[in-house]
């Protein structure tokens, strides 16, 4: 059963249940780049080169990458638009925008090792 929305009675935290329940969340969130992206859309619906210039050293093979891995993931919406000029905006599906939460706290906890000194990477 897929949900759109986070439960709120999360399995235990050494339960296989809870494994697999991050297994899942992180085959998504775990490659470079699939954070910063939805995060940039939680701010609202973007073209291509908005979002390339909003998430810094992304290459553009690897943005149409992660954009396409996202949509298969039912994360991110892909709206062509026709007129005048064949435009494609990306916004956050229910299921998209149902990582705010998430992200927000990964990044309040990312703040505090910034401010503690901790190096960005390692």
Known sequence: MRTDTVDEACPT??????QAALASAFAVLGKPWSGLLIGALLAGPSGFARLSRAVAGISDRMLSTRLRELAAAGIVHRVVDEEPSRHATYV???????????LDTLARWGEGRILEGEPLWG
């Open 92 to 102: 956050l599906t229910p299921r998209g925008q149902a990582l705010g939460p998430a």
């Open 13 to 18: 935290p050494d339960s296989a249940a809870r």
